[in-house]
Structures are given as C-alpha cells and as structure tokens.
C-alpha cells in the first residue's frame, strides 16, 4: 500500500509544479502588457501620413508683393479717372506704419512711353494723398516691347500676407486610392481663398487686446432696458 500512496504524492506534487509555472507565466504576460501601455509610440505618430488639409495646406504669414498694373494708353495724356480710382483701392491696403517702399515702373521704349510718363507724376501726387511719404515713392524704368502701345505701369510693395503654397498638385490619380484617404490638393483652394479674407495677418498670431468700452452708448442701452415699456404676452388655452 505504500507504494501507491507514494505515486499519489508525486502525481500531485508535479501537478502544483505545473500550476506555479503556468501563473507565473500569467503573471508575466500580465506585467509586459502593462509595460508596454507605458512605452513611448512618438514613432507611429511621427510615421504616419497626414490626412489633414490643414496640416497639408497650411496657412503661414510670409513677405509677398502686392502689385498692380495699369495699362496706359498711347493717346492719354495724364491719369485717368479709371486709373485713379484703382490706385486709391490698391493704395488703401498699404501699412502706413511699417512704410515699405512704394516702387512706380514706368516703361520705356514703347509707343506710349510719353503718355506713361506724363501719368506717372499723378500716381506719385495720388500715392503721396493718401498717406505715402515723399521718401517711400521710387520711380523707375523698365524696358518695354517697341509694338506695345498699352504697356502698364505697375505700382509695388511688398507686404506681410496670409497665405498658402501653390495648388494645383496632383502627384497619383484620385481613383487610385483603396485607402479612401483625401488627395493631395484637397482643401488647397479653401485654405488659399480663407488667407485672402484676412484683413490683418497678425491676427494669426494671437488675439488683440480688448478696445475700451463706450460709456456714452452702454448707458443708453441700459436705460432703455431699464425705463422702457414693458410688453405682456397673454397665452390663450384652447
């Protein structure tokens, strides 16, 4: 009878060493699945394709020219109305205060390099009205085609500007894409026609501090609340 009692007690000394091992092993796995919530996944983040029209087609402040182009006429003599009044809406976008130099290219050498010439003196007496100094104005010259007889005067500056990089990118056919992920000039011509809403590009930067309130219109506003007729609605039961 001894004997097997002794294979009993082996038989369950073995089956306990077998359950130990298999906790054990729990226990790791449990362990590396809690080690490895905690690991640093930068590189997936990084790896990966943005599919963002934003991140894409960014809207960044850089320096750009601003320019406009004013055909002149062989037979003019002086600014016109037309001229004047275009120069007066590209001029109303100039930073007076960060004062870049206003650049007035007159041509030379075409057929209507005299009329363009007499109408240049009125874009400078124009620039010079609406708030361009004297010192900012530079007048020059630039060579034109001889059989032109309309070439332009083009007034520049150049300007801090909201805007976006060029659109117009199709590197794969649209159709070809299992991924169902936006191309690659989606969103291009939004990003670019929002840029060109922007009245003040600083506003990108960050807020402007709050103006100061209008006593004056706050009280009127708070003595009609206050003072003013009360009106009651009657609700009908039906």
């Not at 807020?207 to 609340?225: E, N």
């Amino acid at each position: 009878m001894s004997k097997p009692m002794k294979v009993f007690r082996t038989a369950t000394a073995a089956a306990r060493s077998r359950i130990r091992w298999r906790t054990a092993s729990v226990v790791a796995a449990a362990a590396a699945a809690l080690l490895a919530g905690c690991a640093n996944r930068d590189s997936i983040t990084v790896g990966s394709i943005p599919d963002d029209y934003r991140t894409n087609h960014p809207i960044v402040l850089a320096e750009k020219e601003q320019k406009l182009d004013l055909p002149v006429a062989s037979s003019d003599r002086g600014m016109t109305q037309v001229q004047r009044i275009a120069l007066e809406g590209f001029v109303s976008r100039y930073d007076r205060s960060a004062a870049p130099v206003v650049r007035v290219m007159v041509p030379s050498g075409s057929a209507n390099d005299v009329a363009a010439a007499q109408a240049s003196s009125g874009f400078v007496s124009v620039l010079k009205a609406n708030g361009v100094s004297a010192s900012r104005i530079a007048v020059s010259h630039y060579q034109a085609d001889p059989s032109e007889t309309a070439a332009p005067i083009r007034v520049a500056y150049t300007a801090i500007q909201a805007q976006t990089g060029k659109c117009g990118r199709w590197p794969a056919d649209i159709l070809e894409n299992a991924d169902n992920k936006h191309y690659a000039n989606f969103g291009c011509s939004y990003q670019n026609n929002l840029a060109a809403q922007i009245a003040n590009p600083a506003d990108l930067l960050g807020p402007r501090k709050p103006s100061s309130i209008d006593a004056g219109r706050r009280g009127v506003v708070i003595d009609g609340w206050q003072n003013g007729p009360v009106e009651w609605t009657q609700e009908v039961e039906y």
